[in-house]
């Protein structure tokens, strides 16, 4: 969703212009009298001191460095900004897009001032401006970074982006509103703006860390509050943490509408802080959130202990609150925790969350008496009082198909409920009947400027964008502009920091950004740049591009190629190469996944490098040279992991490497990771305490089919599980309690094979996952299977062919040279009837392996081409196109 300035309000502040009783201008070479634009004041504190009621403040385009923090004391004053501003007389044209205007703290730590202070003003309004990298430390507490407006009415704020605020409470006191804070106010209207990139860190309780609102009376309508972080650095007490992480509302009367929260976070100490709200807080009041998106806010940053996480969309302390026609989706826990006080929900959608509505008040009958006529994914209140669960079927993003069992489900019209003029459906069909449920738009996408972008060398950034021939030349410019479903056509080509600004940021759900073809559509990051960052987005698509030469040093950015963070996306046909990640706590150089689910396919990991830096004196880490999971749920289908590197420095026993092609961190929401028909070939590991698992490190549910785990090798330390390690670590052991428990956890190895790997092949630690191996080849890996406690894990060891004879005649197990064609770089099965060779040419071998044919005799087999034996072939090619043949079974007669 794009913030713009409504028509109307466009109309009513050039009218309140026209009336003022003084003009004032600012501009950066101005000078100094403030009757125009030549003699312009160049201190925009002086034309606050001097403007009184009714007059006019009109700010050039420009960067103001604000050392000091403004004062806004004078009732009556309107402050625009975004004017070209060179008109001989009155203000001329304005565009904050061409001509910004920005108030700005200097960069580092020299200055700590917040950037504007309204207070004790009647009336007034703030408009078309950029407050940027305000910044208090203090240790008696703290509010609004950025902006705090105190004791004020009656003010408009609107046409704001309010950024990077960044608050620091170095004691047990609470900081409030990184980025904006209200305080015993009346009145007040925050509209068309951007609330983002804000962060707050304490001891205390972080209330707010975009927006903080108390003992007020406010309206917030068509803002997006995005990417804001609440932390904080450790803390004893219950009563510690993130409160609101986007939004924190305390004793208010306050209506949202028209606004989007979203990709707003906790984090902090899992041992001792209480999370609560990540998009939304709401304690006492009264409060409307009308037509409101709440999607991808994550309390779980740093912890994954769910005693302690509460209401990562939404969490209700107390008050009366109301939510109707709001879409809350893929918030990584709760959709909405209910604590206390009175809730209604209605029309609304709630899906993607772990826990649509949690702990909500119910009848003896078990309804939920304040939830109507929605659609809840956990099926709350199906069946009872007009509630669905039936899949929404979004499109294009959040979009409804003409076929939704949400279209016309609600309870009211969509004029009684003040809908008739947006729409839920991408051809843009405006609501019309009864009212459908969840989120609407103002406009569809299909048909409009932005439902296609296209991106070449070719183009410009001036340029339309529309087509071809008007192509932007960046994909940061397309970006920029994209809207939910928006697909981004990508021309082959270099997209490097010439052009790119980095990370290129992902932040409207079903982006598509579409390459030509991965060997020549080429993104390529600067030194010390992460390549691509998502946060709190679904249904993203990634498709036919290469990522590479990302690098980054430091502890606070893991996935140098890509930073997925609390999403759902698809990448397809796509590389991720020679990324690399310095950090004493490294995770990801090629993508580090966070509570996301994501699906490759037909992708190649190569080259991608973990390196240790830094200093720590107690704990290393490095987990995923190609790929970090923690959370969420990996589906790799199809695609080759070859040659990354994960290190990890030595301080500390419990320093580990893990994972050099792929490390599964954990999935503490019990979700199943699937890998299928793919290549594990020459990863690498260092550490010379923990290392384990060159090729897949395991410490969570996963299914590993048809895969292939050749020449990985640990190159120091405990060197355990070349190929595949499963187990625990102190760094990832979930919490007693949780779905992560020893036991509750399953691995299947299930036809792979696991070939010339140094020191080990596969190993297992009884604290770790349960292991299953069926129908596999292990050989020539130095030790095939080592494990903690060997008989548990020969006991799940079934159908397979093992160098070292582990299990041999037991469970259908045998020791016998698998006759590979090539045992240092072709695993297929030698076959007299026909191999598979690249080309899809078919050679005939001198002789059989002994892996034809004999794996279990219930498992499915009809994918491998006939003559087949009519029993699956072990190993990474059993069931698959490419499976080695074997003879046709048939009757021989002799005649004499």
Same mark, same amino acid.
């Given at each position: ?65 604000? /050392? ?606 699937v890998i299928s028909n793919c290549t594990f070939v020459s990863n690498s590991i260092a550490c010379l305490n923990n290392s384990r698992g060159a090729g897949l490190y395991i410490a969570s549910t996963a299914q590993v089919i048809n895969c292939l785990f050749a020449t990985n090798w640990i190159i120091d330390g405990s060197r355990q599980g070349a190929g595949v390690f499963i187990g625990y670590d102190a760094s990832v052991q979930p919490p007693a309690g949780d779905i992560g428990v020893v036991g509750a956890d399953h691995a299947t190895l299930e036809n792979c094979t696991i070939a010339g790997n140094v020191p080990e092949g596969v190993r297992q630690n009884t604290t770790g996952p349960d292991l299953v191996i069926r129908n596999s080849i292990l050989w020539g890996n130095g030790d095939d299977i080592a494990a903690s406690d060997i008989g548990v894990t020969l006991a799940n060891l079934w159908y397979s062919d093992i160098e070292d004879g582990d299990n041999d005649g037991v469970n259908d197990c045998f ?28 050679? /005939? ?43 046709? /079974? ?7």
């Open positions: 969703m794009a913030v713009v300035l409504m028509a109307a309000s466009m109309v009513w502040l050039m009218n309140a212009g026209l009336a003022t009783a003084a003009d004032y201008y600012v501009a950066p070479a101005g000078t100094g009298v403030g009757t125009n634009w030549s003699t312009a004041y160049t201190n925009i504190q002086t034309a606050l001191d001097t403007a009184g009621s009714s007059d006019t403040i009109y700010i050039q385009g420009g960067t103001y460095i604000i /050392k000091t923090q403004l004062v806004w004391t004078s009732s009556g004053v309107t402050i625009l900004g975004g004017y070209r501003g060179t008109n001989a007389t009155g203000p001329g044209p304005f565009n904050v897009t061409n001509w910004p205007t920005v108030l700005a703290r200097p960069t580092g730590t020299t200055y700590t001032n917040r950037i504007l202070l309204v207070s004790g003003v009647d009336g007034g309004t703030l408009s078309r401006l950029t407050l940027s990298n305000g910044w208090l430390k203090a240790t008696t507490g703290a509010t609004g970074g950025c902006l705090c407006v105190v004791g004020s009415s009656d003010v408009m704020l609107s046409g704001l982006v309010v950024a990077g605020g960044n608050i620091v409470v170095n004691a047990y006191k609470p900081a409030l509103g990184a980025g904006l804070a209200i305080v015993n106010s009346t009145n007040i209207t925050l509209a068309d703006s951007m609330i983002r990139d804000n962060k707050g860190t304490c001891y205390s309780p972080f209330l707010g860390s975009g927006v903080y609102a108390t003992n007020t009376m406010l309206t917030i309508t068509n803002c997006i509050i995005r990417n804001n972080e609440g932390g904080y650095y450790i803390a004893t007490g219950a009563d510690q943490g993130v409160w609101g992480g986007g939004l924190c509302i305390k004793r208010c009367r306050a209506t949202v509408v028209d606004t989007t929260i979203a990709g707003n976070y906790g984090r902090g100490h899992y041992q001792f802080t209480t999370f609560r709200g990540a998009g939304i807080y709401v304690d006492g009041g009264t409060n409307v959130f009308r037509n409101c998106l709440i999607a991808g806010n994550n309390l779980r940053i740093n912890t994954h202990n769910p005693s302690l996480v509460f209401g990562d969309g939404v969490y209700l302390m107390s008050g009366v609150s109301t939510f109707a026609n709001c879409t809350i989706i893929r918030n990584n826990g709760q959709g909405i925790y209910y604590k206390g006080g009175s809730v209604i929900v209605t029309n609304s959608i709630l899906w993607d969350n772990p826990d649509d509505l949690a702990n909500f008040p119910t009848n003896g009958q078990g309804v939920l008496t304040g939830v109507w006529r929605s659609c809840i994914e956990d099926g709350d209140n199906a069946g009872t009082n007009g509630c669905i669960s039936s899949d929404p079927l979004f499109e294009r993003g959040l979009y409804l198909a003409t076929n939704s069992p949400c279209v016309n489900a609600g309870g009211s019209t969509a004029l009684a409920v003040g809908l008739t003029n947006y729409t839920t459906q991408a051809d843009g069909t405006r609501d019309t009947g009864m009212v459908d449920l969840g989120y609407h738009f103002a406009n569809g996408i299909l048909g409009v400027p932005v439902s296609a972008l296209y991106v070449g060398p070719s183009g410009t950034d001036t340029n339309t964008g529309a087509n071809w021939a008007n192509a932007f030349r960046s994909i940061t410019k397309a970006l920029s502009i994209a809207e939910h479903g928006t697909r981004i056509h990508v021309a082959t080509g270099l997209y490097n920091s010439t052009c790119e600004t980095f990370p290129l940021m992902i932040e409207e759900y079903g982006v598509e950004l579409l390459g030509t073809n991965a060997a020549a559509t080429v993104i390529t990051p600067v030194a010390s740049q992460r390549a691509v960052l998502m946060n709190g987005v679904g249904f993203v698509r990634l498709q036919g591009l290469t990522v590479t030469g990302g690098s980054y040093s430091g502890n606070d950015k893991p996935g140098t190629g890509l930073g997925i963070i609390n999403s759902r996306l698809i990448i397809d046909s796509c590389v991720i190469s020679s990324n690399v990640l310095y950090s004493g706590l490294g995770k990801g150089a090629g993508i580090w996944s966070k509570d996301s689910f994501v699906t490759l396919t037909n992708c190649s990991m190569i080259g991608n490098r973990l390196n240790y830096s830094g200093y720590r004196p107690s704990l290393w880490q490095g987990y995923g040279g190609g790929i970090c999971v923690e959370g969420g749920e990996l589906v790799l289908l199809d695609s080759r992991v070859i040659r990354n590197f994960a290190a990890a420095g030595t301080q500390g026993a419990a320093s580990i490497a893990a994972g050099g092609g792929i490390a599964l961190v954990g999935n503490y929401g019990g979700n199943r990771h020791s016998a040279d698998p006759r590979f064609a090539n045992p240092v770089n072709e695993w297929r099965l030698m076959s007299r009837s026909g191999r598979w060779t690249p080309g899809d040419i078919w050679v /005939k071998d001198v002789t059989n392996s002994p892996c034809l044919d004999a794996g279990d005799p219930a498992s499915d087999y009809s994918l491998e081409p006939p003559f087949n034996g009519g029993r699956i072939n072990l190993g990474a090619y059993g069931n698959t196109r490419q499976a080695s043949k074997s003879f046709a /079974k048939g009757t021989l007669f002799l005649i004499q």
